[in-house]
């Protein structure tokens, strides 16, 4: 089997030098080159045409972001930023995965970690899935999508809370979707489509750090007509709003009198994930009396699937998944197409227009 070829661009000697003692321990990983700034990446990308290529956010001369810019502009190829855990750095590593880059990681503890040991398995889990990743470019959203609109007969008021009971024949809604690898571009393609008087609440579990889900909420809710915040605990699912799970926690949903509720916490990650979907669909799954939309896309690994069966088993649900051309990694949504529930397979640009298709539909 043919090692795939990476690039490996920091500013510390040091960091260039445990990154690749890292990924050269993997068999299937060769370090071919390394690069000490944004130019020299730019220059390096060029001569030795790596598979992947692990970037540095914060070097002088040139940083990560215009390296990354000149990259993807004249040798595209799969890129895993390094990022330090700012809030700064986490804003920058989202505009980096809006210009391309294929994921990121956090370095523990600061531009030199010391550390750097502690996320040995994930640098070589990443790098391992961006080299099979998609990185056919998607047009970066530049300015606010239109979003899509609902049917011309209904009548409900976003910010009114979801009760988990029939009102008459007709339920309330909750839309859940669960992403990882590519994740941050698709929910830009999605989330900006959805009409801001939604009549359901949509709950989103996106791997990431903390503190990167707040950077992201932030940016999505600038980009989009309906409301989209960082969940809370204890907080009341309110319609025409988009709660991301807090990186570092687990987001339950559980019933409070006639309410639904978010509760967050610590408990132990599941599948390497905190959040993680399967725990977020399995509570969706015990609250009744509630019609639920299960949205899986672009991303590593199954999250998502054994929690679709959960839901599906226990209530309506319609689930849409992301197809295959338009996922950065095509993991997830394979895991839950494989379990033959899904009612929906389309492209990303199409998800929002099925998440409102299924949420106006009066079943």
């Not at 990308?45 to 215009?66: F, N, R, S, V, Y």
């Not at 600038?222 to 709660?243: F, R």
């Amino acid at each position: 089997m043919n090692s795939k070829k990476i690039l490996v661009v920091d500013d510390s000697a040091f960091m260039r030098k445990l990154i690749s003692e890292f990924l050269s321990e993997h068999p299937q990983l060769e370090v071919i080159g390394f690069g000490r700034n944004g130019r020299d990446a730019v220059k390096k990308a060029l001569e030795l045409q790596p598979d992947i290529i692990t970037l540095d956010i914060e070097m002088p001369e040139m940083d990560g972001l215009e390296a990354l810019k000149e990259i993807m502009g004249k040798q595209p190829c799969a890129v895993i930023m390094l990022s330090s855990l700012t809030k700064e750095g986490s804003e920058t590593t989202l505009k980096a995965i809006e210009l391309g880059a294929v994921d990121f990681i956090a370095k523990p503890s600061g531009t030199i970690s010391l550390d750097l040991h502690k996320i040995k398995d994930v640098l070589i889990e990443k790098v391992l899935a961006a080299s099979k990743a998609n990185i056919s470019m998607r047009p970066v959203l530049s300015e606010k999508p239109v979003p899509v609109q609902p049917p011309a007969d209904s009548h409900h008021p976003a910010g009114s809370p979801i009760f988990s009971q029939g009102h008459g024949k007709k339920m309330d809604k909750l839309v859940l979707i669960a992403t990882s690898t590519g994740g941050p571009r698709a929910l830009q393609h999605v989330v900006t489509k959805l009409p801001r008087a939604l009549p359901a609440p949509v709950v989103v579990v996106q791997h990431m750090p903390p503190g990167f889900t707040k950077s992201l909420s932030e940016r999505l809710n600038t980009l989009s007509e309906i409301h989209v915040k960082e969940g809370e605990d204890g907080e009341i699912l309110q319609k025409g709003t988009v709660y991301i799970a807090p990186g570092g926690k687990h987001l339950r949903l559980k019933k409070a009198g006639t309410s639904t509720v978010i509760a967050l916490d610590e408990s132990a990650p599941e599948g390497g994930h905190r959040p993680a979907a399967n725990t977020t669909f399995r509570s969706a799954a015990e609250i009744q009396g509630l019609e639920k939309v299960a949205v899986v896309m672009t991303g590593m690994g199954s999250d998502g699937a054994e929690g679709l069966v959960k839901l599906k088993e226990t209530g309506s649900v319609k689930a849409i998944a992301e197809a295959k051309e338009t996922c950065v990694v095509y993991g997830m949504p394979k895991a839950a197409v494989a379990t033959h529930l899904v009612d929906d397979v389309v492209p990303v640009d199409e998800i929002a227009s099925a998440i409102v298709k299924h949420v106006y539909n009066k079943r």
